[in-house]
DNA sequence: CCAGACGTTGTT
DNA sequence: GTCTGG
DNA sequence: CCAGACGTTGTT
DNA sequence: GTCTGG
């Protein structure tokens, strides 16, 4: 689960809600893999930045990523041990998708954090072999991407799907950005959520305006 | 030792 | 980078 | 997650 | 069917 969310708030109601440093952002009614997304990070100073959803482990070769990891292995994979260990992140959301043959909108009273973890990505630029163009626009740049965490569903999602993505309670998030809290302690969390159906219309990502939660 | 994978979802 | 398979 | 492409030659 | 892009 969760290849699709929506996040109703914009960066300075983030950045108030999650105590951090701010970025510019805009409310998103799909957010989809491959964006752009504000997630919360706790280094020097807890920040609020975009990054790419789809975790690109740093040695790996390709561009595409993870979009989720399982709560259950999360700390044994190769591609996640490493950012688990020390790069935890909250995504922030207020709802997602779930597809169960039609789409349905699971959307939550509050602006949630959902565990993630990041991972930075440093190109080798003696494989780019464009440097002597002057490096511009060669597309090799640091790029930080995230994945989200998943656990099984609880009640609620469970009648549409066999997983979900792990929602911290609010007491939780703390925890989870320096690390104390593991994620074998993670568990489906009965968020207070509304779940309808809603249009195909959601289907595009393309498609991204306040009709897509609405129910049919 | 080197080569090759390294993930989730869902579906079969 | 690190683990698994041969 | 779903939607949409899936190619080459040559030219700009 | 499978890969890429959003």
């Not at 409310?27 to 989809?32: E, I, M, Q, R, S």
């Not at 969390?189 to 249009?199: F, G, H, L």
Request: hydrophobic content about 30%.
């Amino acid at each position: 689960m969760c290849g699709r969310y929506s996040l109703r708030a914009t960066g300075e109601e983030l950045t108030e809600r999650f105590g951090a440093d701010g970025v510019g952002f805009e409310p998103t009614y799909n957010a989809a893999p491959g964006q752009s997304l504000p997630v919360v990070r706790e280094e020097e100073r807890r920040s609020l930045d975009l990054l790419d959803w789809g975790l690109v482990p740093s040695w790996s070769d390709d561009a595409d990523g993870y979009i989720n990891a399982r709560s259950e292995t999360v700390a044994e994979k190769p591609s996640f041990a490493e950012a688990y260990e020390g790069r935890r992140c909250l995504v922030p959301v207020d709802g997602f998708y779930e597809w169960d043959d039609d789409p349905y909108y699971v959307g939550f009273e509050r602006v949630a954090g959902l565990a993630g973890i990041w991972e930075r990505r440093v190109p080798d630029r003696r494989q780019s072999g464009l440097d002597e163009f002057g490096g511009e626009g060669d597309g090799q740049e640091v790029q930080e991407t995230f994945a989200i965490l998943t656990t099984e569903p609880n009640e609620q999602v469970a009648r549409l799907h066999h997983r979900m993505a792990a929602v911290l309670a609010p007491e939780e998030e703390d925890g989870w950005l320096d690390g104390s809290l593991t994620a074998d302690e993670l568990d489906p969390r009965d968020e207070p959520a509304t779940v309808r159906r809603v249009s195909e219309r959601v289907n595009d990502p393309s498609n991204d305006d306040p009709s897509l939660v609405e129910g049919m």
